[in-house]
């Protein structure tokens, strides 16, 4: 087994100089590099099993969330977020977080949902 060339020492060159704050904002930017991609596919890519995670932290029952999110999937509103769609019947409609759930795994609000995305242009999206 090669053992592990240490740069260290060149690598601290470079940090020899900066004071506690600079050495803090340099951490933050490399941590933001590190993690931006990670935000990226979250961002970008969902699951059913991740909305139902997100809905079983919101208070729902496993059923009650397999049922919100199989009806946001078929009609392709999943990746907008089982729990901010939730959010947005409850604040539109001025419901509960629970009722709002209730109301859209039953079938309620599809149409409205799909009519705020399209107004806000958030249409769009990948198969």
Do not use: W
């Not at 090669?2 to 740069?7: F, M, P, S, V």
């Not at 993690?35 to 990226?40: A, H, M, Q, S």
């Not at 729990?83 to 409609?93: F, L, P």
């Amino acid at each position: 087994m090669k053992e592990r060339e240490d740069n260290f020492i060149e690598l601290r060159k470079a940090l020899r100089n900066f004071t506690d704050l600079e050495l803090k904002e340099h951490f933050f930017l490399l941590s933001d590099k590190i993690v931006d991609p990670l935000l990226e596919l979250g961002q970008k890519y969902t699951s059913k099993s991740i909305e139902r995670s997100v809905l079983l932290r919101m208070g729902f029952s496993s059923i009650e969330a397999k049922s919100i999110v199989d009806l946001l999937h078929e009609h392709r509103l999943l990746r907008k977020g089982a729990g901010h769609c939730v959010y947005i019947i409850s604040k539109d409609k001025e419901l509960s977080i629970r009722e709002a759930g209730i109301q859209i795994g039953e079938g309620h609000h599809i149409d409205y949902l799909l009519g705020v995305f399209k107004k806000n242009g958030k249409t769009k999206t990948k198969r």
